[in-house]
């Protein structure tokens, strides 16, 4: 039978890890708890907390419930929902990234500082657009941040004015290099300043990943479809292993792939549970 080896550096990050802690212990608790979107972007393991009382709810349900416990992902949230939750009476389980977290601290610091000439700053946010964490960031500046993903983006911006540019914590640093310099290049009046503010344990997780890839003849990358740093870290293996496979649990697994194979690595995004890499590699031992 083939070498099977699990990523020992994949699975959650220490914000999600929080974030599923703190939900299990309040449904042990009561039995029940809502959650303002999926807690972690992978359906196995919102289905497995599901199955134990956690209720997924949209911001819609959060202006018509009262008297609940509401608990925030790490993503983090705007300043809205907790005004929103007040007002309800809901009584808020925080489980927002203490990195994120201080990120919005340092945006809306940011966004409330004025120039000489009175003039609020431009804040640009590399990052995905429409994200939870990155709507979290807009928020705290009363939705007037731009959200940037590419240099196209930034086409028919106003570079003149004082610019303050961060990144949404799990984007690509090579990515951010890129708009920084960009930025510079176009930019002839004004501010600029610049903060690297991408997640060093998610952003590390690159060169490991890549590494293992490489290490093996085929890699199954473990993920939930609606993960970002998923997307990311799969073409990061993709790119040195072309023999890696994209596949949510073991019921996706094609036999075929293995043929003549003598090492299969199994890896994940940060959004993705150890118990369902295990659950792959227990499969995997069980059809070879």
Not at 23 to 41: P, Q, R
Not at 170 to 196: A, H, N, P, Y
Not at 198 to 223: D, G, M, T, W, Y
Request: with cysteine; charged share 25%.
């Amino acid at each position: 039978m083939p070498q099977i080896e699990i990523d020992k550096d994949s699975g959650f990050c220490n914000g999600v890890v929080t974030a599923i802690r703190k939900a299990e212990e309040e449904l042990e608790k009561s039995g029940h708890l809502y959650c303002l979107g999926d807690i972690v972007h992978n359906s196995n393991e919102v289905d497995r907390l599901c199955a134990n009382g956690l209720q997924t709810i949209t911001h819609s349900d959060i202006k018509r419930l009262q008297d609940v416990k509401v608990l925030l992902r790490a993503h983090g949230e705007p300043p809205e929902t907790y005004r929103m939750a007040e007002e309800n009476r809901i009584e808020i389980i925080d489980a927002t990234c203490p990195v994120v977290l201080q990120l919005q601290k340092r945006i809306k610091s940011a966004f409330s500082q004025c120039n000489d000439k009175g003039e609020r700053p431009l804040i640009l946010i590399y990052g995905k657009n429409g994200h939870a964490e990155v709507n979290g960031l807009v928020g705290q500046t009363d939705g007037e941040a731009v959200v940037i993903q590419t240099i196209d983006d930034l086409d028919g911006l106003d570079l003149s004015r004082d610019i303050a540019l961060y990144s949404q914590t799990t984007m690509s640093l090579e990515g951010f290099r890129q708009i920084v310099e960009e930025i510079r290049r176009r930019k002839v009046d004004g501010k600029f300043e610049f903060f690297d503010t991408i997640c060093r344990q998610v952003a590390n997780r690159i060169p490991k990943i890549r590494e293992f890839a490489a290490s093996h003849e085929v890699v199954l990358f473990v993920c939930g479809k609606k993960s970002s740093n998923g997307k990311v870290l799969f073409q990061q293996c993709l790119n040195v292993n072309p023999r890696t496979y994209f596949i949510s649990n073991e019921k996706e697994i094609d036999s075929a792939w293995f043929s003549d194979v003598e090492r299969i690595g199994i890896c994940g995004a940060t959004s993705t549970p150890r118990w369902l890499m295990n659950n792959v590699k227990s499969y995997l031992e069980k059809i070879l």
